[in-house]
């Protein structure tokens, strides 16, 4: 990690939806080519702080930049288009379309590229993330690591320079983690940035360069993986979570 080349920048972000304190004045950065993880128990607003930097979800106050663009009133399509992919908790497959159309829908959705140049972004997006096997596969055919991977292979074929990933991991068994770990790897080795949100603790270890945990609207702990999750706040806010159980271990 380049600890001098900030990327991505989010100052002072305000959110409210009803009572319910999203964010209330929260920064971080994430620097160019590192892996920065996003924890917080069930209900802590992290998909939906993930909605505020994509531009899905509408920011009370703050802003969100870029390689020092202010993109803070700039829609999710644009904000695709300069940088930011995103993936999603829940697989947004479509069963009638291939592994391949997926990525190339993506590609032709957010960008204006020439034919040739959006099959070239789709083919290398899908290899990248191990698809090549299932590039005629129908979306609906898929299990479900390879439906996490086709996610992750949509917001890959953007070429982005930072990737927001909502909980890639979960559901999978060790060994599906660990290629989905590897993958992750893979692509901040060549430059990407990601801000992973995620349960299954031992993915964040195995990549994170640091890990910062959501609360009631605040960062109460930033730092090392193994630091955040032993710093007492965390781990008071997350008592009775499975989090960080054998099972998110």
């Not at 939906?48 to 994509?54: A, C, N």
């Not at 204006?112 to 993330?129: F, I, K, P």
Request: proline letters at 3%.
């Amino acid at each position: 990690m380049n600890g001098d080349s900030i990327l991505f920048e989010a100052e002072n972000l305000v959110k409210r939806i009803g009572s319910l304190v999203i964010a209330d004045g929260i920064s971080f950065v994430v620097p160019a080519g590192s892996v920065v993880g996003l924890i917080g128990p069930n209900g802590a607003g992290k998909t939906t702080m993930l909605g505020l930097l994509s531009g899905d979800v509408r920011l009370d106050a703050g802003t969100v930049r870029l390689n020092g663009r202010d993109l803070t009133r700039v829609g999710p399509s644009q904000r695709a288009r300069v940088g930011i992919g995103r993936t999603y908790q829940v697989p947004r497959t479509f069963g009638g379309l291939t592994v391949f159309e997926h990525a190339l829908l993506a590609v032709q959705q957010s960008r204006r590229v020439s034919r040739t140049e959006a099959y070239e972004l789709a083919t290398a997006a899908v290899e990248r993330c191990g698809l090549s096997n299932l590039t005629n596969v129908l979306g609906g055919d898929l299990r479900l690591l390879d439906r996490k991977r086709l996610e992750l292979a949509r917001a890959v074929a953007l070429r982005p320079s930072i990737i927001l990933l909502d909980e890639v991991a979960g559901g999978l068994s060790a060994l599906e983690v660990n290629e989905l770990i590897d993958i992750v790897n893979d692509l901040r080795s060549e430059g990407t940035a990601f801000l992973w949100v995620e349960h299954v603790v031992r993915a964040l270890i195995a990549t994170a360069d640091r890990v910062l945990c959501l609360y009631g609207g605040a960062l109460i702990a930033e730092g090392l993986p193994g630091d955040v999750l032993e710093h007492p706040a965390v781990i008071e806010s997350y008592f009775g979570s499975p989090a960080f159980t054998n099972e998110g271990a």
